[in-house]
Nanobody, 126 residues
Framework: QVQLVESGGGLVQAGGSLRLSCAAS????????MAWFLQAPGKEREFVAA????????YYAESVKGRFTISRDNAKSGVYLQMNSLKPADTAIYYC???????????????????WGQGTQVTVSS
């Protein structure tokens, strides 16, 4: 079992920055692939970014490339999302997720993840 708790969301003006954090506890954190998803009002949960444990590769949705950066600190059992140049379209609840590493991992799909946090609200005003 892995428990995930997000923090760092809030209200920010367009062009500003936020840094989201996800604290992990429970079974060995370093052996999991980690990701961030978002969910806007009335829409399905959507992939944002992911970090693969075995290869250290990172993956990003096209809409956030060059603006968002996913990182992790295994020693501190944390995963982070640095969000720069924020736009009103980024407004959503952001969730962190964890999945067992494997060759069949499909990083952009919600069903690939075994554990989820409770979410943190990000609101970007124009």
């Amino acid at each position: 079992q892995v428990q995930l708790v997000e923090s760092g969301g809030g209200l920010v003006q367009a062009g500003g920055s936020l840094r989201l954090s996800c604290a992990a506890s429970g079974r060995t954190f370093s052996s999991y692939n980690m990701a961030w998803f978002l969910q806007a009002p009335g829409k399905e949960r959507e992939f944002v970014a992911a970090s693969r444990w075995s290869t250290e590769d990172t993956y990003y949705a096209e809409s956030v490339k060059g603006r968002f950066t996913i990182s992790r600190d295994n020693a501190k059992s944390g995963v982070y999302l640095q969000m720069n140049s924020l736009k009103p379209a980024d407004t959503a609840i952001y969730y962190c997720a964890a999945a067992n590493d494997g060759s069949s991992w499909k990083e952009t799909y919600t069903y690939a993840y075994d554990y989820w946090g409770q979410g943190t609200q990000v609101t970007v005003s124009s």
